[in-house]
Structure formats: C-alpha cells, structure tokens
C-alpha cells in the first residue's frame, strides 16, 4: 500500500496525459486500502426502466484490461438487473484530493466459475462471512436480528457468492480547484481518444 501516493497527484493539470495516469493511481491505491473515498464507489445500472444504484467494494482495478472487479451476493436484485441490461456507470469522490472519476462500460455476473473461485480463494473469511447470510439481501422481513451471521461455516457462502466484472470504455476525470477546473474525456473505442471538456 502507498502511504503518499497523494504526493504523487499533480497541483496542475496543463497535459492532459497527468489526469489519466492520476486516475491510474488513485484506483490502484483504492484496492488495497479501505481509507481511500474510491475504495467504495458508486456503481449504477438499469433496473427496468429505472436507474439504480449502490455503494461497492472496489476489489480489484486492471488498467491493461479496463475492468474493475465487484463481490456480491447472486441473490442480490443487481444480478437480474444485470443479465437484462449490462450497462453500468461507476462514479467516485474524494473531497481532499477534488477529484471525480466516473468511468462507463458494461457490467457482467460471474457465478461459480474460474473468476470466482479465483476470488473466492483470495478473499479472507470475514469477506465470506457475509455469503452465510440465509434467504439472500432485498427479501422483506419480520426481525433483521434473525438475521444475523452467527452460526456459519464459512465455505457454505461460496454457493451465494458472485463477481461482477465491469468493462470500461470511457473515464471522465474531473478536478474541481479554484484556481481553474479540469475535465478530461478517455475514450478506447476501436482506438483511444481522449479531450479536455468544459468543467
Ligand atoms: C461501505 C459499503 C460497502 C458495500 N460493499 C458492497 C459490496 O462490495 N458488494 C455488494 O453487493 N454490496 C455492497 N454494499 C451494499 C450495497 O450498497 C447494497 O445495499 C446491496 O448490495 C444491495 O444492492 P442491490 O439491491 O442493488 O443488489 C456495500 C454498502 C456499503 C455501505
């Protein structure tokens, strides 16, 4: 983990190559550590008609790839939201550094395959703790405290474990500085492309 990668962000964006590669770093730093605000971003995705969306462990970030990795629970309502329509954006802030990431792409489920016993085998029990909970998230009920985690074997949780791979293609960088905004559009269609916005 970098304790100082904030002293590796730029004060000044003039080349627009500095917001990409600060975007890099700040999503790599978010992995491992909790106390960065992009640890948990906000990830989006179409239920119906409707937008919707919720805070997420970010569990892994590949730039080469252009994916960002999510666990979650297949019982979860996100899961059907997904399959019908993968289309999903992930936004995050952080108020120290004045910069917003939102990246656009494509998000898929994984259940029980090589993904996911790749991240299963890597995540530690308290993680998998949270896959023991009975009837699954999004059921209404009588007493939440029935439905506390006590009695658990942890490894039962992986059947209820799923991963969800998002795929960008845009990632919009944006700093809010008084002394003069900066947005940055990177797009990887067929090619990449990337231009300043106006903030
Ligand atoms: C700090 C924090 C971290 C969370 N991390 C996850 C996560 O990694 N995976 C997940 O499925 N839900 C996570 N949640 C819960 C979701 O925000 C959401 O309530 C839940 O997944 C149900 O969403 P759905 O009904 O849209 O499927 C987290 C919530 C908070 C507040």
């Given at each position: 983990m970098t304790i100082d990668f904030k002293r590796r962000l730029p004060e000044i964006y003039s080349n627009i190559d500095d917001t990409l590669e600060s975007a890099k770093i700040i999503l790599s730093e978010a992995v491992p550590n909790?106390?960065?605000?992009?640890h948990t971003p906000v990830v989006s995705t179409f239920n119906n008609g409707d937008i919707t969306s919720r805070v997420m462990v970010l569990r892994e970030f590949d730039f080469e790839k252009k994916i960002l990795r999510f666990h979650t629970d297949?019982?979860?309502?996100k899961i059907d939201n997904i399959n019908e329509n993968s289309s999903a954006t992930v936004v995050g802030y952080d108020p120290e550094l004045k910069i917003q990431i939102k990246l656009q792409g494509q998000a898929s489920v994984h259940i029980n395959d090589s993904i996911t016993e790749k991240a299963w085998n890597e995540s530690t029990a308290r993680s998998k703790?949270?896959?023991?909970?009975?009837?699954?998230?999004?059921k209404e009920i009588?007493?939440?405290?029935?439905?506390?985690?006590?009695?658990?074997?942890?490894?039962?949780?992986y059947k209820n474990f799923a991963v969800i791979i998002f795929k960008f293609h845009n990632l919009e960088f944006l700093y809010l500085k008084s002394s003069g905004h900066r947005r940055a559009l990177h797009k990887w269609d067929s090619d990449y492309s990337c231009s300043w916005l106006v903030p």
């Open positions: 909790a106390k960065t605000l992009f297949n019982r979860a309502a703790k949270c896959y023991s909970v009975k009837d699954g998230s999004s009588e007493n939440a405290e029935e439905y506390d985690i006590t009695d658990f074997e942890v490894e039962e949780g």
